[in-house]
Each structure stands twice: as C-alpha cells, then as structure tokens.
C-alpha cells in the first residue's frame, strides 16, 4: 500500500456552487443514472436522467433523487410532476439506450414528450399512474414518499418503490441475483463522461479472524 503525501485541500464553504458541483461530480464517480419517467396533470409524458442519484433503503424500499431546480428557481418538470402525481418511475440506463437517454436530457419546452422524441415507447405504469419506458433493461414505479428541500435551488426527492419490473435474462426470479454482464448499466462520470459497469471483479469481505491472522508475523513475541 502506498500512500500519497501531496494533496489539493479545498473548504467547501469557499467554493462557489459551480466550483463545489465539479468537484463532486469529477470525484463521485460512476454515479448511477436514474432515467426518471413522470406524468403532468395535463397527462403529458416527462422523461429525463438524474445522477444524483441512489438506493437508501432496502426496507422500506427507497430510492432518492437530487433534482435541481431551474435558474429562476422554479421546479424543473420532474419534481413539478412528482409534487402533482405523487409518483415516479425510475428507469436503468444500459449501454444500448446511451443516445436515446442523452435526447432526453435536451432542455424541451414542458408540452414535449421527450420519449417520442427519442423514439422510445412508454409502456402503462402496473401501480403508478406514470409509464416507464419499455426498452429500459430495468424500471422501478416508486410512490413520493417525502421530499426535502435542501435549498432554494435543490430538492432531494426520496420515493417508495412499489413495483419492479426487470427483463427476464436479467435477473434469476428464484435466487434474486441480477446478471450485471446482461444489464451492462451505465454510470455518470465529470463533464459529458460515461462509464460502464463490464469492468467487475470480486472483492469477498474478509471476517475480522481473517484480518487479524493475516496481520500477524513470524518471530513476534505473543504470535502463535
């Protein structure tokens, strides 16, 4: 193990947002992308991707969004339509739909469907009124559960899933376990940087009778 003497220390509270954000987002990476599906009262498909982003909770189910709002700190059309609907679907982004994603993230005025302007198809939500999109590999329909308002510019959504849907090749119905080659998701890296989830490897967690043997060496007094 190496360690590293020289670093760049920076007080968050000296950084300007923008500076903060580009920090974050060249650091904290890959960060999973949650392709938001939503619905205006007016019935009007909302799609758009979000990777500030993550699971929080495995009981209750719960994911959670960070959605900025707009320069003029008004709701962009997500957390408008999520405040109205009280309901949100989460779609996976896999390698396959990386160009239709990105169409999704064009600034379209709010009658737009961002989904037909991608060329997707938005299939009925099953538990929730908004649809996901059925060439994601995976969709979560998720409840609003409680929103936190972080500031006059951000909103940290957390939603309840409720129901998943996950193509078959993807997943075994009986174990559980998801075959992560078959999704071949997508993460977020700085600037217009992507990255996929193909380079894996297994790391066991080690108990703490195996670190601690591991640490002992020969000749010690008080090693056996």
Not at 33 to 62: K, M, Q
Not at 193 to 218: H, W
Request: with cysteine.
């Amino acid at each position: 193990m190496t360690t590293q003497a020289d670093y760049h220390a920076f007080d968050f509270c000296d950084l300007t947002a923008r500076e903060a954000y580009k920090v974050m987002i060249g650091t904290i990476v890959p960060r999973p992308i949650a392709w938001v599906t939503t619905i205006s009262p007016d019935g009007i498909v909302n799609a758009a991707p979000y990777s500030f982003f993550n699971c929080l909770s495995a009981d209750p189910p719960i994911l959670a969004l960070g959605v900025e709002n707009k320069p003029d700190r008004s709701f962009k059309d997500t957390a408008y339509n999520i405040r109205m609907t009280e309901c949100f679907t989460v779609n996976i982004v896999d390698r396959a739909n990386a160009e239709a994603m990105s169409v999704t993230a064009a600034g379209f005025a709010p009658e737009v469907d961002e989904l037909e302007m991608a060329g997707l198809t938005a299939a009925p939500g099953d538990r929730v009124a908004c649809p996901r999109i059925a060439e994601a590999p995976v969709a979560f329909e998720c409840e609003r559960y409680l929103a936190i308002e972080v500031s006059s510019a951000r909103e940290i959504i957390l939603g309840r899933i409720v129901r998943a849907h996950i193509r078959e090749d993807i997943i075994d119905p009986q174990t559980f376990y998801s075959d992560h080659e078959k999704l071949d998701a997508l993460g977020r890296m700085g600037g217009n940087g992507y990255a996929g989830t193909l380079d894996y490897f297994d790391l066991p967690t080690p108990s703490a009778e195996e670190v601690t043997r591991s640490r002992r060496k020969p000749g010690v007094v008080g090693n056996t």
